[in-house]
């Protein structure tokens, strides 16, 4: 057995526990410093993931865990944005009054589950890892013991989080009970029997329940809007895209890697999905006039931008997906980074606090505009070459399927409505209404640094994508991809 | 370095150069900006002076991979040939007049050219572009910076809902041709959106006439939407109208024609059977736009709406030339673009100019602006009648040209467009430059001033070149022709490819007014 591979987690729940108990001996003023400390360290864990010495490939564990390129990809992305969110949360302390390190170490431990589901090839691995990422998520969308809000939202994910995992439990075991086995290696090769049986795929459709939940898609979106308003910005952030990424990477797991075949037979209901979670984000987030709210709703769109790849079931839907998510990573951290980094000089959350935050701060501005423009999906933003490649994926396999080009007009009307909702943010941060306080906001350094990678990662990824869709395709290779009947048309 | 990249670089850089200097130096800004746009046209004039007429293929050309991953073949490629050659030079001398334009911003003046670098950058881009997806890059690149400088610099009540419609319009017409883009990338199997290997490749596989059908209407609507056709044009005047002078000359007088310009460089070239099932639709809307915004243009009261109308108006020759699928009526439509860019900047900068004066874009309030403001004046009257087809001007040279071309195939439509645009517009036009410059002098606007000499700059430049065109029109058809015919070259039996375009002669110095410059 090859522990070794799991280096990665190992050092990350140490860190964990270290902060746990420094917490015990640093006096409080000094807190912040430990959050610097741990975030250097995650930057050091980040090295070493994307670098040579990461882990070989491999599986440990009776199959239970795979490094693959897939997991290493999703891995990176995870720990650069507990790293952004880890910074975020040095500035957002005031904020949280007590329990600072606390927060520090919760969302290492969300990061631990988030590297084991990156990593899962059994469905129990999937189900604890998803666990331990929830279970956090009940006290970090809390974590502002205070205020009203932040409580509504802990208790609306905690009841819909276990309603859910429930289903997910339940599906599990249906699966078991019918495959024998809870291996995504094994359902694979099993899966043309397990095809015509009736209680695997009851099973199957409980287990996307639960992933539909984490994604945030229709129609297990409810949560969403709720929950980012309410929760504290730095977790907000990084339960916008580390539980959505982990959720994605799961959901390739299964449907593109394990079950190919099951997913081109459910392939409309796919479609249905997709188009429905693009319509309802995009068009509920139109009234909103709380930015976080608005996150929340332009997050549920993304997923069904996201679900275009898994619609496409094909390599390069995938490798959209995954390009996609790595652009949609910066792009949310940057705008929660800039949301956070106002948080504690602008009154409210609402859309019209921004109103001369051009003055307030160009350089915040600046990045929360490209941000934007990245999420409406502008060039030269990563946000339009990722939906570029989810488009193109879709078209590949869309002749002779008349229900896709229905897909690809839902989404060409959701990206211009959400242009409307996207584009009022802009709006009030250069000339909304006419705020009555102009003084200048600073910005801490550690933020500085986050938005600054994060914007000059959006825009390297957008004018040079090249080098990560090269790396998403790799990552992609491994998986079967069992191309949906419809695109069994002629290779160029 | 002899390639277009140059022209697109060096916007880009003066926005860097922008963006290093402190906001609050403005002076600095307003001569760096300057400075950088006068260099971006410098160098598409050298361009385009360096072009060698009359040759078929592309110069100045230049070519990167740019991502290459299985299917996916994206290159960076740029290169001119007759169709962008004349828009490359006329989105330099636009770019730097709309800068010389803007010394009065005072509000966020480093925001101000930074935005506006970027579009020309973009405009300079998208006219470059030999690949589609480079082409849709660029031209989006224009989108954020219009709608926020409308926003935030923009005039009147509306500018909000302006902003918010003339971006909503662009956007859902991008994102129509760049469906339709990827579905002819995975149609054609040509594995590239580069034209050159499209051409190539569909030369020798030749899109099956369905696909045609449902991708090109997709691309030319999709497209058109930018151009303003009718029916889907009414962002464009309420938007030039909220927009500050640059912006509306920018966007009326280059952006605009980048529609124009994929129509041209890809559409009918690339799907021959699609554009003739589609072109006689766009032929019937562009008399829309002929008919419906000349008469529009006709009730304005409001100087900006009347030139933003009008400019539609102008936009039905273009269509109508292309629609006519011949060699005189494509190079009608590309001399229609530039001359056409040239006035829709010149009338934005002079509207502009006049508010500055009178604080209004009212022309009922005004009145006898001409003893005044004679330099104003004879430039205002000069673009106007330029505006209405005088001959001696560009844009005679290019509506005429496409009239000669359509007659043969829309012969109706030939007659209805030179009835209207001829009759109609010339009618908005004299009305407006009779209530703006003749009759009794306003009290109200005994303090404003004519131009200063140094800032008669940008109104000379645009005045010059229209009437060098004007005059001259050869310079531009020669360079043209060749292109036109290479687009045609799938339409074309051979003995038609070698007819010759019939450029009007234009009787030289019929221009009054002629002594302003």
């Known amino acids: 057995m090859n522990y070794s591979l799991i280096t990665l987690e190992v050092l990350a729940v140490l860190m964990g526990l270290i902060v746990l108990l420094a917490d015990l001996w640093v006096s409080p003023t000094a807190r912040k410093a430990l959050g610097l400390g741990l975030a250097a360290a995650l930057g050091c864990l980040l090295a070493f993931a994307v670098g040579s010495l990461a882990p070989q490939s491999g599986s440990a564990f009776a199959d239970m865990f795979v490094v693959d390129d897939l997991a290493r990809y999703f891995k990176g992305f995870f720990l650069f944005a507990a790293l952004a969110v880890v910074l975020m949360a040095v500035d957002f302390a005031p904020k949280f009054g007590a329990g600072l390190s606390e927060f520090f170490a919760l969302t290492v431990f969300a990061l631990v589950g988030m590297l084991f589901a990156a990593s899962a090839n059994d469905l129990v691995l999937l189900f604890v890892s998803l666990e331990l990422i929830t279970v956090t998520f009940y006290v970090l969308n809390s974590f502002q013991r205070t205020q009203l809000a932040s409580l509504e939202a802990g208790v609306k994910y905690l009841i819909l989080g276990g309603v859910s995992s429930a289903f997910m439990v339940f599906g599990i075991a249906l699966i078991f009970g019918t495959a024998n086995s809870t291996n995504l290696g094994v359902l694979a090769a099993k899966q043309k029997e397990l095809a015509h049986s009736a209680l695997f795929l009851m099973g199957l459709l409980l287990v996307l329940v639960g992933l539909g939940f984490k994604i945030s898609a229709v129609p297990f979106q409810m949560w969403a809007p709720d929950v980012y308003q309410g929760s504290p910005a730095p977790a907000t952030a990084f339960l916008a895209v ?42 509920c987030a139109i009234p909103q006039r709380n930015l976080k709210r608005l996150m929340g709703y332009s997050s549920i769109a993304n997923a069904g931008y996201l679900l275009l790849g898994i619609v496409a079931g094909s390599a390069a839907g995938s490798t959209a997906v995954l390009y996609y998510l790595g652009g949609y990573t910066l792009t949310v951290l940057a705008a929660f980074t800039v949301i956070s980094a106002i948080a504690n000089f602008v009154e409210s959350d609402d859309i019209s606090a921004l109103s001369g935050l051009g003055q307030r701060s160009p350089f915040l501005a600046a990045c929360l505009t490209m941000a934007i423009v990245s999420l409406a999906g502008i060039p030269p933003m990563a946000g339009f070459f990722g939906k570029l490649l989810l488009f193109k994926s879709v078209l590949d396999v869309a002749p002779g399927h008349p229900e896709l080009y229905a897909l690809i007009a839902v989404a060409v009307v959701g990206v211009v409505i959400s242009l409307y909702y996207y584009f009022s943010v802009i709006r009030a941060i250069y000339w909304g209404g006419q705020s009555a306080n102009l003084s200048i906001i600073p910005v801490a350094l550690s933020t500085r640094i986050v938005l600054v990678a994060c914007v000059a990662g959006m825009l390297v990824l957008g004018i040079f994508p090249q080098g990560l869709v090269k790396i998403a395709d790799h990552a992609v290779a491994g998986l079967s991809h069992k191309v949906a009947p419809a695109s069994a048309k002629p290779a160029h | 370095m002899d390639s277009l990249t140059s022209v697109i670089l060096t916007p880009v850089f003066t926005a860097v150069l922008l963006l290093l200097i402190p906001g609050n130096f403005r002076v600095v800004l307003r001569l760096a900006a300057i400075l950088g746009s006068a260099c971006t046209a410098w160098t598409a004039v050298s361009f385009f002076s360096r072009f060698h007429a009359g040759q078929e293929g592309l110069q100045f050309e230049s070519l990167v991979p740019w991502v290459t991953v299985g299917p996916l073949n994206l290159a960076y490629h740029v290169g001119a040939d007759g169709l962008n050659i004349g828009l490359i030079l006329v989105t330099g001398l636009v770019g730097f007049a709309a800068v010389l334009v803007s010394w009065n911003i005072e509000r966020h003046v480093k925001l101000f050219y930074v935005l506006l670098m970027s579009m020309i950058a973009g405009a300079m881009g998208a006219f470059a572009s030999l690949d589609l997806f480079f082409f849709y890059f660029f031209n989006e690149l224009a989108l954020v910076p219009t709608f926020i400088m409308i926003g935030v610099w923009g005039r009147g009540e509306d500018r ?285 606007f005994s303090r404003v001033a004519d131009l200063g000499y140094w800032r008669r700059l940008p109104f000379v430049m645009l005045l010059s070149a229209m009437v060098l065109f004007g005059v001259a029109p050869g310079i531009l058809t020669s360079r043209i022709e060749p292109a036109a015919k290479a687009v045609l070259a799938a339409h074309l039996t051979p003995s038609q490819a070698h007819q010759a375009p019939a450029v009007p002669a234009a009787p030289a110095a019929s221009a009054p007014g002629h002594s302003g410059h």
């Not at chain 2, 330029?386 to 030939?414: I, R, Y």
């Open chain 1, 242 to 283: 580390g539980s959505k990424a982990a959720g994605f990477v799961l959901l390739i797991r299964l449907l593109v890697g394990a079950v190919p075949q099951i997913t081109a037979e459910w392939h409309r209901l796919f479609v249905v999905m997709s188009g429905a979670t693009i319509l309802f984000g995009s068009l």
């Open chain 2, 160 to 444: 909000n809902w302006a902003a918010f419609k003339i971006t909503l319009y662009l956007t859902l017409g991008a994102l129509t041709a760049l469906v339709g883009l990827i579905a002819f990338y995975v149609a054609a199997g040509a594995n590239s959106l580069d034209v050159i290997v499209l051409k190539a490749h569909l030369a020798a596989h030749p899109l099956s006439v369905s696909a045609q059908t449902w991708i090109f209407p997709l691309v030319v609507f999709g497209f058109a939407i930018l151009v303003g056709l009718f029916p889907f044009h009414s962002w464009a005047p309420v938007g030039y109208a909220a927009a500050p002078t640059a912006t509306a000359m920018m966007h009326a007088g280059i952006l605009k024609k980048a529609g124009l310009y994929a129509i041209l460089r890809m559409a009918v070239p690339l799907m021959p059977d699609g554009a003739h099932r589609w072109l006689p639709v766009v032929a019937v809307l562009a008399v829309g736009n002929l008919l419906h915004c000349a008469w529009v243009a006709l009730r304005q009261k409001d100087m900006n709406l009347l030139i933003g109308n009008s400019s539609l108006a102008h936009m039905g020759f273009a269509f109508l030339g292309i629609a006519s699928l011949t060699v005189i009526g494509v190079t009608g439509t590309v001399l229609v673009m530039v001359a056409h860019a040239l006035l829709a900047g010149l009338s934005f900068a002079l509207s502009g100019y006049l508010e500055t004066q009178t604080g209004t874009v009212d022309m009922t309030r005004m009145g006898g602006l001409l003893r005044k403001m004679p330099f104003y004046g004879s430039a205002l009257v000069m673009g106007f009648m330029a505006s209405c087809g005088l001959p001696g001007f560009a844009n005679f040279a290019g509506e005429a040209t496409v009239l000669f071309g359509s007659w043969k195939s829309l012969p109706w439509l030939v007659i209805i467009a030179a009835w209207s645009g001829l009759i109609i517009g010339a009618v908005a036009m004299l009305r407006a430059l009779r209530a703006v410059l003749q009759g009794p002098e306003k009290p109200e």
